[in-house]
Structure formats: C-alpha cells, structure tokens
C-alpha cells in the first residue's frame, strides 16, 4: 500500500513554508496559502480517514532507506491511535487559522506551517530515528514564534521552553542509541525502527529501567506532567495565540502519544510495573494544577493549569491498563483539544480587542459578544465534563476504568474531576456572566468567518458527546491490540 | 604513478613558493595574488579529487624518503578538506581581503604554505617529518595571525601562539626521542610492530613517549590544559584567518592524532585511557564554561571550538574498543565541523568587513530585520554547531554517541550530551538576540554583492544536506560521506593486513 499519501499529508505544509520563504508573497498572501494548505491537508486526511480499516495493524505504510550505513529509513504508517490525532490535527489547524485571520506577519504563517510538517512527522513516523528528527524540528518554530510574536518577557520564556524541551528529548536521543546499539549486538545489524528495536532482548533490568525512565523524562517535559512543568507558566503566558493554540492542543497530546506509541511496545513490563507512579502523579497534577488555576487572575494562565490539569488526567487514563479507561483517555486526547484549543483562540480574540488577560476586567463580555460567549460556554462545558458533550463521555469512561482497577483510585479520581470542574464553571461565571462596570465596549462580537471556524469543532463536541459510537470503531481494534497483545493485561 | 598521490601537496609547495616570490614585485594588486591563490589551490584540488573514494595505502618513493610519507585513502581525503578549508577561506574571505590594507601577497603565500604544512602532516609517516611539516604550518598561522603589524592585540596573540607552541613543540621532540631510545625507530608502523612484539617486556619509554607526542596534539587542538591561548588568539587574529585556523587545522592534527593511535600505539592504549578519559572530560566541562561566559561572538565561537574538540577526543576515548567506529565518527566530526566553522566564521567576517564592528551578543540586536538572509544562515550554522536534527553537526553527534555507548563509555556520553544542552543556550542565544529585538541598532541596507554571500549559503546548504541527504535522491549522501570515512579507515590498516 504505498500510495504515498502519508508523506504528502507530512511534507506539503513543510514545502509550502519553503516556496513562500524565498517568494515574495506578502502577510495577507501567505495567509491565505497557509490556510489552503491546511484545507489540503484536511482533505488528505479524510480521505485517509475513510479509507482506513478497522484493524489494528499499521497502514499506508511508506518505507525507504534514509542512512543506509546505520539503518535509519523513512518509515511512516497510521494505525488507529495516530489516526485519531491525524484527523484531529486536520480539523482543528485550519479552523484555528481562520481565528488567527489578523494581524499577523509572513514569519508567523510561515513558523505555523512548519510547526505543523512537524506534529505530523513526529506522530506518523516508525523510526524511531526519523521521530526524533521531527520532535526536535518541531521545536524549532515554536522557540521562533513565541520569540519573535510573544508577550511580555518572551526571550527568556522562549529560552526556558527550549531549553527544557530539548534537554528532556537529548536524554531520549541518548536512550535511542543505546536501543540502536544493543539492536546491532543481539542481531548483528542495524535498524531504529520501532518493531526492530522492541525485538530486542538482551537489555538487563537496570538498563531498561534506565531508557525507559529517559523517554518518560522527554514525554512527561512535553505532556507536561508534574514534577517537569516548569516550563508551562511561562511559555503560556507569553506565547501568542496561535503558539499557545498548538503547544495545548496538539504538542502536548503528543507528549502522550509518545508514550503510548514507543514506551509501551519497548518496555511494556515495566509500563506495567510503574503505572501506579503515574496513576499517582497524573492524579495528584489533577488537583496540584486545579488548584492552581483556581487562584489565577490572568485566564491564559488559568486555562494553562487547567490544560495541565487535564493532561495529567489523561495520563491516569492511559496507565489504567483496561480498555476503558484507555479509551477514555484517547477521547479525552480529543475532547480536551478542541475545547482548550478553540478556548485559547477565543482568549486571542478578547486579547486582540480588549488588550487584557484579566478575568475581573472581562465581566458582562456575553451581553456584548453573544456568538463568542455561545462558543466559549460550548468549550468550557466539554472541559468541565457536563453531559452532552465529549468532555463528558470521557472523564466517565476514565472514572469508570478507574473503579475496574480499585474502588480507592476510582473514589479519588472521581471527586478530583468534580473538584477540578467547579473552579471552571466559576470562571465563567466571573468573566462572562457577571454583569460588572467594566468598559468592554471595544468587543467585537465573532464575525462569519470566525464562526465558520469554530461550528465544526462545537459541532464535533457535541456529536461526539452524543454518539461516540461514531468515533471508537476505528481505533478499538488499535486498543485492543495495545492493551491485549503489547501490554498483555486480561480485557 | 605514483606521483599522483602527492601531487595535490606538490602543487601547494609550487603555489606557495611562486607567490612568494611574486610578492617581492611592486605593483601587483590584491587581486592578482587571489586569483593566483586560487588557481593553485583548484589545482591542487582537481588533482585530489583523482583518487577520492579509492581504498589505497603506498609509501612513497621508499627509496628516496626510506618510508617517511605515505599515501592512502585517509591522507586524500582529508587533503582535499584541507584544499577546500583554503579555497572556502579565499572565497568567504575575499570581502574581507579586499577592505583591508594590510593584507599583502605573502599573506596568501603563507596561506598556501599553512595548506601544505598540514597535507604534509597528514601524509608523514614519520615522527619528525611530522613535526617538521607542523612546524611549516604552525609558522604560516603565526605569521598570518598578527599579520595586522598596526594592531597590537595581534602581536600579542601572535606572540602568544608563537611562545607555547614552540613549547609545546619541544614536548614532541622530547617524546620522539624517548620514543627512538626504546624502540629504535620513528617510523609509524614499525613503532606499532615493536610495541605490539614486545607487549610483555618494558614500555614505560615508549609510553612516556608517546604521551609527550600526544602533548603538542593536545595543545594544537587546544585540549584541556593546553587551552589557555585558544581565546586570545582567535581574538586577535583576523576574522578569516580564525575560522581558517578554527575548520582546518584539527582536520590536520586529528587525522595524525588517528594515524598514531590506530597504527602504533593501539596496544599500549589501555595505559592512556585514563588519561583521554579525564582530558576529555575537562576539555568538555572547561570549554562549555568558557563558551557560557562570553560576550564576544567571536570568543564565543572560540571557546565553543574547545568543547567541539572535546567532542572528538570522545570518540578517541573510545577507540580501543570500537576502533572503526570511533576513527570514521571522528573523521565525520572533522568535516561537519569543518563546514560549520568555515561558515559560521566566514559569515561574521563577512558582517563586519563592511559595518561598524559587530562583536557581542548585544551588537546583533534586529540583525534580523535589517538582514534576513544573512541572519537565517547564520541560524543554520548555530542549528549544527549545536547539533540539531537535519544538519551535519547532528549526524556527526550521532556517530560520536554512538560510538561512546557502544564502547561503555556511558560517562562520556552523558557528558557530552549535557554540554550539547548547554551549548543550546550559547548557540541559540544569538539566533534569539538576532530574532527577538527591534533595535536595529546598525540599520543599513544589506549588500549582498559578490561571491562571499553565495559561497556562505551554499556551504550552510552543504550542511542541511549532510543532515538529510539520502542516496535515494542520486546525489551522494549522508551515506556517502559515511563510506568516505569508512575507506580512510580500512586504508590506515591496509599495509598489515
């Protein structure tokens, strides 16, 4: 099945960056091409949506030999898991460019569409070679973005996020090549692809212990899991809109799909073995970062924390080791980035037109912006769980693994999501609702292009929330396969 | 014909004395000289180029020079890096010759006779035509460091090198002679015989020896701690002579460096481990400080050349036990490094020929804004100094790592990636102060006339290549240049087979 198609979904965006580099379009030009290039990739990725089959083996596969010398090849393929965030990416890019529509120059567009090339070579690639390449290429552009487009002191958040990234994924690179090599010893030959290198058999305990803990570190830097979230306050609140937009939606889920893609299948005894740690830790960011948020004025960083929040959930999701949390974890993967993605966008709009961050200034914004208030109530829903949405569907299916596990983590994780909700239903309250004096006359409500944008990710959230049906056929043999035949956990 | 083999050096020496005696002439440009200049070195090569890629080890002329040169796989190959360290110099340089009075027709003379010190180094087979051959180079750099007679930091600088790389030298001397007592000989290859024929009996002269020999290598790589005069004179000499200095001169002393280890004291090396280990080890800690603590772009670039030594001198550590690995991961090291040196120097050159001097982190507020082409390149060198995926540097990192952990050589590389992580910080702090700030500072519109700009460019895309190339694309590739490196090697260890 070599049709190609995968490595034109990866490169066109990259390609595109390049030809408009050296040409002279202008701001508005490359817009426009950036935003027709997201429109392809859409198309790209639907198509591959619906000619995927509901199995759970790897699909369009596309191999080629890169560096022949060390077997390092161009091997990319989708499989259930990376399907979903595919099409997520697909749907929620090009909606997101139509509420960055303003005031923006070339290098922006330009950092967007490689930062893009980027998530989606990280996440389709096989080899493990190839996905670092991409992991730390899609650093890159977001160092030059937050730089360049940021807020406030943005060189020094910029330093601090790269800085952090690339030396929680050096420790990775140095875990690869010991894969690598311990691969040429026990097989007298050399490869970096994933299947390949979780053949391998010859890793003592404390070697494995040693690479699985350095992948986690890169892993839980990106996700970011508490303790390594030192980056997060920062970046977030300096970066502009559309860096925020892509880091919490789509950077930090594949923090997480990283885990899942390469720890589990290279070290599944001991994801097993160490998944309470991580049950914990996802739990205890769960509330650490709620509580957190609760105190925060400047809703960036409140929506920060809460993204944090939800991630460390997610994570508790996925080291449940049943299927139905698992599940819910990769629902919630696409509930929390679409809501927390079009609710960064909406702060990028009330920032663009009111100039401030704080929730006490943005009291009675409803009355003044109706449609906005309408999609940011839609969002916030989904985030807090409230039935009807996807939000809720997945928080559920969490809670509900989590009671399979023991009755102590469901009760815990159970009342932490209730707790975690309430602050953000607060919040709405305070900033939207309240009928205060403040002067928001310079709102300007959501035009038609911005609602064109944002109706099918509402749209997805609530249809998702009402027939998820829809959406777990594809990927549940994907999950069955992880957990029954990786993993090796009773289903 | 076996002059074809050292006919690119040949050609050099030729170049080098005509020119110098075209230089006693009145009234012939600048230009001349570099045109002249130029025509040897494409000469020479051409001339190279003939046996690139072949796997070949000959003693040249036995009968005449009793086994001191020889020529294989290794010595071409890095000949022709060190030619086109020289025209790279030429090319890249050319704006900044071209604004400087000082700049005479010895000056290029002396470039010539550096190139042919080096290719000689790589070539010699032989204790002391090796240090006569870097004693040719050594003199040519002095010399073309305080060229700039108006300049009193050059002086210095030029002084300073001149002082402690004679010391240093007279080490060498002193380690060949301890060296010639124990063995009888000073031939490479057949010290190699002795050792391995007498491993029981009593080396510690040989051993004493051979560390005294590895002493000056030490220096010339500016090793810890041997690295004191790297900053000052990289500061003081030229723009242009720095980053010619910086990109060739370890090819040259690296490729000998190789060529003793895996040849002769291969068997004795156990002995030395400790201490590379711990000379590595410090190279990379002190190098990392120093490049943290600059200012001065130029300073920076010379204190991150010691932490890039350190790098190397990884792979050597580990040459014992992974001997094909750590040679052909060094020589890798040796060509990124070279071109982004090359690049990365030249391009400041280029900056400042024509501008009010731009020297510190702080001067290159806005470069961005009013320069962008040239700021992109410039990003593209620091993305492979400090090893980013898709340049050279990062490959050649790859290799270096590798090599360590294949060789349980753990400690190294964890050190070496915690000091690629703090190169990030010097590395991208001047892409994030070219980037991020509005003050341009030095507003002027950018000249991008001539050949400078485009010899930049192309070797910044030389660069992206030897990251991403594959063979698939029918260019040769990463895997190329991988194969290259492998024949050198094969080629040191042809003559025992």
């Given at each position: 099945m070599d049709s190609g198609i995968l490595t034109y979904i990866i490169f066109t965006p990259m390609v595109m960056a390049f030809v408009l580099m050296i040409s002279k379009a202008d701001a508005k030009m490359t817009r426009n091409i950036a935003f027709l290039t997201g429109i392809v990739i859409f198309a790209l990725s639907m198509k591959v949506f619906l000619d995927f089959q509901p199995v759970s083996y790897m699909q369009f596969i596309e191999y080629h030999p890169w560096i022949e010398s060390y077997g390092i090849s161009y091997y990319v393929g989708i499989d259930g898991f990376s399907l979903v965030i595919l099409v997520l990416i697909a749907v929620l890019v090009p909606s997101g460019y139509l509420l960055l529509w303003e005031g923006r120059t070339k290098g922006y567009w330009i950092s967007m569409l490689l930062i893009e090339s980027g998530m989606l070579g990280a996440l389709l690639s096989l080899d493990l070679m190839l996905f670092y390449f991409f992991w730390e290429t899609m650093v890159l552009p977001v160092f030059l973005i937050i730089g360049m487009f940021g807020h406030a002191e943005k060189v020094f958040s910029t330093l601090k996020f790269t800085i952090y990234t690339i030396s929680g994924s050096l420790f990775m690179f140095l875990?690869?090549?010991?894969?690598g090599i311990a691969f040429h010893n026990e097989f007298d030959a050399w490869s970096f692809q994933l299947i390949d290198l979780a053949k391998i058999t010859i890793l003592s305990p404390t070697e494995k212990f040693w690479l699985f803990w350095a992948f986690m570190i890169a892993?839980?830097?990106?996700?970011?899991?508490?303790?390594?979230?030192?980056?997060?306050?920062?970046?977030?609140?300096?970066?502009?809109?559309?860096?925020?937009?892509?880091?919490?939606?789509?950077?930090?889920?594949?923090?997480?799909?990283?885990?899942?893609?390469?720890?589990?299948?290279?070290?599944?005894?001991?994801?097993?073995?160490?998944?309470?740690?991580?049950?914990?830790?996802?739990?205890?960011?769960?509330?650490?970062?709620?509580?957190?948020?609760?105190?925060?004025d400047n809703i960036k960083k409140m929506f920060a924390y809460s993204s944090a929040s939800h991630l460390g959930f997610i994570t508790v999701g996925i080291f449940m080791l049943n299927e139905y949390?698992?599940?819910?974890?990769?629902?919630?993967?696409?509930?929390?980035a679409m809501a927390t993605g079009g609710l960064f966008l909406l702060v990028g709009?009330?920032?663009?037109?009111?100039?401030?961050?704080?929730?006490?200034?943005?009291?009675?914004?409803?009355?003044?912006?109706?449609?906005?208030?309408?999609?940011?109530?839609?969002?916030?829903?989904?985030?807090?769980?409230?039935?009807?949405?996807?939000?809720?569907?997945?928080?559920?299916?969490i809670i509900l693994g989590s009671f399979k596990r023991s009755i102590g983590i469901g009760i815990v994780s159970a009342t932490t999501v209730l707790v975690a909700a309430s602050f953000m239903l607060w919040m709405f309250q305070r900033a939207l609702l309240q009928d205060t004096k403040n002067d928001v006359s310079k709102m300007v409500d959501l035009d038609a292009k911005e609602v064109l944008g944002l109706l099918p990710i509402a749209a997805i959230i609530i249809i998702m929330g009402v027939y998820p049906?829809?959406?777990?056929?594809?990927?549940?043999?994907?999950?069955?396969?992880?957990?029954?035949?990786?993993?090796?956990v009773g289903m | 014909m076996e002059i074809l083999y050292i006919l690119p050096v040949i050609i050099l020496g030729i170049g080098g004395i005509s020119l110098m005696i075209l230089s006693g002439i009145k009234n012939i440009k600048i230009k001349t000289y570099a045109y002249f200049t130029m025509g040897f070195l494409a000469l020479s090569a051409s001339a190279s180029l003939l046996n690139l890629g072949k796997l070949y080890s000959y003693k040249l002329y036995p009968s005449i020079f009793h086994n001191m040169f020889i020529a294989d796989s290794l010595s071409s190959y890095l000949v022709l890096l060190l030619i086109s360290?020289?025209?790279?110099?030429?090319?890249?340089?050319?704006?900044?010759?071209?604004?400087?009075?000082?700049?005479?027709?010895?000056?290029?003379?002396?470039?010539?006779?550096?190139?042919?010190?080096?290719?000689?180094?790589?070539?010699?087979?032989?204790?002391?035509?090796a240090f006569i051959s870097l004693e040719v180079a050594s003199l040519s750099l002095y010399v073309m460091t305080g060229f700039n007679r108006a300049n009193n930091r050059r002086i210095e600088a030029a002084f300073k090198y001149m002082v402690l790389g004679a010391f240093a030298g007279s080490f060498f001397l002193l380690g060949a002679l301890l060296i010639y007592a124990q063995s009888g000989t000073t031939i490479l290859g057949n010290i190699g015989i002795y050792l391995s024929s007498h491993q029981t009996g009593n080396l510690s002269l040989a051993e004493l020896g051979g560390m005294a020999v590895v002493m000056l290598v030490f220096f010339k790589v500016s090793a810890f701690p041997f690295q004191s005069w790297t900053l000052d004179v990289y500061e003081g000499a030229p723009l242009p002579v720095a980053g010619f200095m910086a990109a060739t001169f370890k090819i040259a002393i690296f490729g000998f460096l190789l060529r003793v280890?895996?040849?002769?004291?291969?068997?004795?090396?156990?002995?030395?481990?400790?201490?590379?280990?711990?000379?590595?080890?410090?190279?990379?800690?002190?190098?990392?400080?120093?490049?943290?603590i600059q200012k001065s772009i130029k300073r920076m670039l010379a204190a991150s050349s010691i932490v890039h030594t350190g790098y190397m001198l990884i792979a050597i550590s580990s040459i014992q036990q992974?001997?094909?690995?750590?040679?052909?991961?060094?020589?890798?090291?040796?060509?990124?490094?070279?071109?982004?040196?090359?690049?990365?120097?030249?391009?400041?050159?280029?900056?400042?020929?024509?501008?009010?001097?731009?020297?510190?982190?702080?001067d290159f507020k806005g470069f961005a804004k009013s320069h962008p082409y040239m700021a992109a390149v410039m990003s593209v060198f620091m993305f492979s100094l400090a090893g980013i995926p898709g340049t050279m540097g990062f490959i050649g990192k790859f290799y270096i790592f590798s090599s360590a952990i294949e060789a349980h050589n753990y400690i190294l590389a964890l050190i070496g990636i915690l000091a690629t992580f703090i190169s990030i910080y010097y590395y991208f702090k001047l892409i994030a102060v070219m980037y991020f700030y509005d003050e341009p500072t030095m507003a002027q519109s950018a000249k991008l006339q001539g050949l400078s700009p485009k010899v930049i460019a192309f070797v910044a895309l030389l660069l992206l290549w030897g990251g991403l190339g594959s063979n698939i694309l029918f260019i040769p590739g990463v895997d190329f240049l991988i194969n290259l490196a492998q024949t050198s090697y094969d080629s040191l260890l042809l003559p025992f087979r």
């Amino acid at each position: 099945m070599d049709s190609g198609i995968l490595t034109y979904i990866i490169f066109t965006p990259m390609v595109m960056a390049f030809v408009l580099m050296i040409s002279k379009a202008d701001a508005k030009m490359t817009r426009n091409i950036a935003f027709l290039t997201g429109i392809v990739i859409f198309a790209l990725s639907m198509k591959v949506f619906l000619d995927f089959q509901p199995v759970s083996y790897m699909q369009f596969i596309e191999y080629h030999p890169w560096i022949e010398s060390y077997g390092i090849s161009y091997y990319v393929g989708i499989d259930g898991f990376s399907l979903v965030i595919l099409v997520l990416i697909a749907v929620l890019v090009p909606s997101g460019y139509l509420l960055l529509w303003e005031g923006r120059t070339k290098g922006y567009w330009i950092s967007m569409l490689l930062i893009e090339s980027g998530m989606l070579g990280a996440l389709l690639s096989l080899d493990l070679m190839l996905f670092y390449f991409f992991w730390e290429t899609m650093v890159l552009p977001v160092f030059l973005i937050i730089g360049m487009f940021g807020h406030a002191e943005k060189v020094f958040s910029t330093l601090k996020f790269t800085i952090y990234t690339i030396s929680g994924s050096l420790f990775m690179f140095l875990a690869i090549l010991y894969l690598g090599i311990a691969f040429h010893n026990e097989f007298d030959a050399w490869s970096f692809q994933l299947i390949d290198l979780a053949k391998i058999t010859i890793l003592s305990p404390t070697e494995k212990f040693w690479l699985f803990w350095a992948f986690m570190i890169a892993f839980m830097v990106k996700i970011p899991l508490f303790p390594l979230h030192g980056w997060l306050l920062e970046t977030y609140k300096n970066a502009p809109t559309g860096g925020v937009f892509l880091l919490s939606s789509f950077m930090a889920k594949l923090g997480i799909y990283g885990v899942i893609r390469f720890v589990m299948p290279l070290f599944p005894s001991l994801y097993k073995e160490y998944s309470h740690i991580f049950v914990w830790l996802g739990l205890f960011g769960l509330i650490y970062f709620g509580i957190a948020a609760l105190m925060q004025d400047n809703i960036k960083k409140m929506f920060a924390y809460s993204s944090a929040s939800h991630l460390g959930f997610i994570t508790v999701g996925i080291f449940m080791l049943n299927e139905y949390a698992f599940l819910g974890a990769l629902f919630l993967i696409i509930a929390h980035a679409m809501a927390t993605g079009g609710l960064f966008l909406l702060v990028g709009k009330i920032y663009y037109n009111l100039r401030t961050f704080s929730i006490s200034r943005l009291g009675g914004l409803a009355k003044r912006a109706p449609l906005l208030a309408l999609f940011f109530a839609v969002f916030l829903f989904s985030i807090v769980g409230l039935p009807g949405t996807n939000g809720f569907v997945a928080e559920f299916m969490i809670i509900l693994g989590s009671f399979k596990r023991s009755i102590g983590i469901g009760i815990v994780s159970a009342t932490t999501v209730l707790v975690a909700a309430s602050f953000m239903l607060w919040m709405f309250q305070r900033a939207l609702l309240q009928d205060t004096k403040n002067d928001v006359s310079k709102m300007v409500d959501l035009d038609a292009k911005e609602v064109l944008g944002l109706l099918p990710i509402a749209a997805i959230i609530i249809i998702m929330g009402v027939y998820p049906d829809l959406f777990t056929t594809k990927i549940e043999p994907t999950i069955y396969y992880y957990l029954h035949d990786i993993l090796k956990v009773g289903m | 014909m076996e002059i074809l083999y050292i006919l690119p050096v040949i050609i050099l020496g030729i170049g080098g004395i005509s020119l110098m005696i075209l230089s006693g002439i009145k009234n012939i440009k600048i230009k001349t000289y570099a045109y002249f200049t130029m025509g040897f070195l494409a000469l020479s090569a051409s001339a190279s180029l003939l046996n690139l890629g072949k796997l070949y080890s000959y003693k040249l002329y036995p009968s005449i020079f009793h086994n001191m040169f020889i020529a294989d796989s290794l010595s071409s190959y890095l000949v022709l890096l060190l030619i086109s360290g020289g025209i790279f110099t030429m090319l890249v340089g050319k704006h900044y010759f071209e604004r400087r009075d000082y700049f005479r027709g010895e000056f290029f003379a002396l470039l010539l006779f550096a190139i042919f010190g080096m290719s000689m180094l790589v070539h010699s087979n032989e204790l002391i035509t090796a240090f006569i051959s870097l004693e040719v180079a050594s003199l040519s750099l002095y010399v073309m460091t305080g060229f700039n007679r108006a300049n009193n930091r050059r002086i210095e600088a030029a002084f300073k090198y001149m002082v402690l790389g004679a010391f240093a030298g007279s080490f060498f001397l002193l380690g060949a002679l301890l060296i010639y007592a124990q063995s009888g000989t000073t031939i490479l290859g057949n010290i190699g015989i002795y050792l391995s024929s007498h491993q029981t009996g009593n080396l510690s002269l040989a051993e004493l020896g051979g560390m005294a020999v590895v002493m000056l290598v030490f220096f010339k790589v500016s090793a810890f701690p041997f690295q004191s005069w790297t900053l000052d004179v990289y500061e003081g000499a030229p723009l242009p002579v720095a980053g010619f200095m910086a990109a060739t001169f370890k090819i040259a002393i690296f490729g000998f460096l190789l060529r003793v280890i895996v040849v002769d004291f291969d068997t004795i090396f156990y002995n030395w481990h400790k201490l590379f280990y711990w000379v590595t080890i410090l190279t990379i800690i002190y190098g990392s400080f120093l490049a943290t603590i600059q200012k001065s772009i130029k300073r920076m670039l010379a204190a991150s050349s010691i932490v890039h030594t350190g790098y190397m001198l990884i792979a050597i550590s580990s040459i014992q036990q992974v001997g094909v690995k750590a040679t052909t991961s060094v020589i890798f090291y040796l060509v990124a490094y070279f071109l982004s040196a090359i690049g990365s120097f030249g391009l400041l050159s280029y900056i400042t020929s024509d501008e009010r001097l731009r020297i510190t982190y702080d001067d290159f507020k806005g470069f961005a804004k009013s320069h962008p082409y040239m700021a992109a390149v410039m990003s593209v060198f620091m993305f492979s100094l400090a090893g980013i995926p898709g340049t050279m540097g990062f490959i050649g990192k790859f290799y270096i790592f590798s090599s360590a952990i294949e060789a349980h050589n753990y400690i190294l590389a964890l050190i070496g990636i915690l000091a690629t992580f703090i190169s990030i910080y010097y590395y991208f702090k001047l892409i994030a102060v070219m980037y991020f700030y509005d003050e341009p500072t030095m507003a002027q519109s950018a000249k991008l006339q001539g050949l400078s700009p485009k010899v930049i460019a192309f070797v910044a895309l030389l660069l992206l290549w030897g990251g991403l190339g594959s063979n698939i694309l029918f260019i040769p590739g990463v895997d190329f240049l991988i194969n290259l490196a492998q024949t050198s090697y094969d080629s040191l260890l042809l003559p025992f087979r």
